[in-house]
């Protein structure tokens, strides 16, 4: 072990990352999560806590790092983020201090709550719910099969807009549901389809792209309307991806034939807002990421980082390698 580090973690950290970052340095762990209500430090009273405990490692999820955090002598500040966007990188950099990201750390977690999205939607889960709950299943003269039959997802075209960690990790589970997969995404060698014709061919369209001044509503009323009559459009990425209005006039109109959506701006979706009436969308709160895996997942990537970085190699991961001497 590195001699006299102290690591302050506010980050909920677990598993075999946990365990390594305690060889390396004194631990102390008081993650924002665990705290009623959200504790989340802004840089001055994260820069208090961090010189309280004595720390010069600093590993955070959602507590901002900027400002007088720079003043402390940090050995690292480790972002438990696939984009570190809490972290002022600029001012880390110019203080020297490295600053550590943990990429695709919730791919496989999104990319499942992006099937879960796929069939409740698709096979209309949450109504048939509602129907058993409030003894509803028999009627207006109709019996369940007549209201909720669907097409089944093996043998369909999926498309996915955006392929880097979560969009590898649904293509292979949407390949397990015998569906064949188009992608796009012009940074990624094997997404060579254009936007053009993913939207067209494909029964579900699966949004997966960061947000960008190039991404930013790309899929607006032209783009729905080029996909096919009765498409499944998911977006387990930002919402921002899409315009809302084009969405919610397609849904009312069965153009789109269901939607599961798992993101909304400002993360809040007025109640009033015309989506939430409607039946044929699934609506889940920013939860794609939010498993106990991911939290191990990006606890190995940054305590294996910072293993590196006291061995004076150099990190996987690392933000703004120039400041490595």
């Known amino acids: 072990m590195a001699p006299g580090h102290r690591a302050l973690v506010t980050a909920p950290f677990r598993g075999e990352g946990l365990d ?37 490692i600093l590993v955070v999820e959602s507590d901002f790092v900027s400002g007088p955090v720079f003043d402390l002598p940090l050995v690292a500040i480790g972002s438990c983020r696939g984009d570190p966007n809490n972290v002022d990188v600029a001012g880390a950099t110019k203080a020297g201090i490295p600053v550590l990201r ?145 969405l919610v006039a397609r849904l009312q109109s069965g153009k789109v034939a269901a939607a599961g959506i798992d993101h909304f701006a400002g993360e809040h979706l007025d109640p009033a807002d015309p989506l939430t009436s409607l039946s044929n969308v699934v609506l889940t709160p920013h939860i794609g990421g939010a498993t106990y895996d991911t939290e191990a997942n990006h606890s190995r990537l940054i305590a294996d980082d910072i293993c590196r970085l006291l061995e004076g190699e150099r990190p996987l991961h690392i933000v703004n390698p120039e400041v490595l001497k």
């Open 20 to 56: 390594t970052l305690k060889e390396l340095a004194d631990v102390v762990l008081d993650p924002w999560i665990d705290h009623t209500p959200l504790r989340i430090y802004d840089g001055p009273r994260l820069a208090e806590r961090a010189q309280s405990e004595g720390a010069d």
């Open 102 to 246: 943990a990429p695709g750390r919730n791919a496989d977690a999104v990319a499942e709550l992006a099937v879960a999205l796929l069939l409740a939607a698709s096979r209309h889960v949450l109504p048939a719910d509602h129907d058993v709950r409030s003894d509803n299943v028999f009627k207006d003269d109709t019996i369940p099969y007549q209201r909720y039959r669907a097409w089944q997802l093996a043998g369909r075209t999926a498309g996915l807009v955006g392929l880097g960690a979560v969009g590898r990790a649904l293509r292979w589970r949407l390949d397990g549901l015998g569906m064949h997969v188009l992608a796009y995404d012009p940074y990624a060698d094997d997404a060579k389809e254009p936007l053009d014709q993913v939207l067209a061919d494909s029964d579900v369209i699966s949004l997966h792209a960061a947000v960008t001044p190039e991404t930013q509503g790309m899929i607006g009323p032209e783009q729905f309307d080029a996909m096919k009559d009765g498409v499944i459009f998911l977006n387990t990425a930002r919402e921002q991806l899409h315009d809302r209005a084009a």
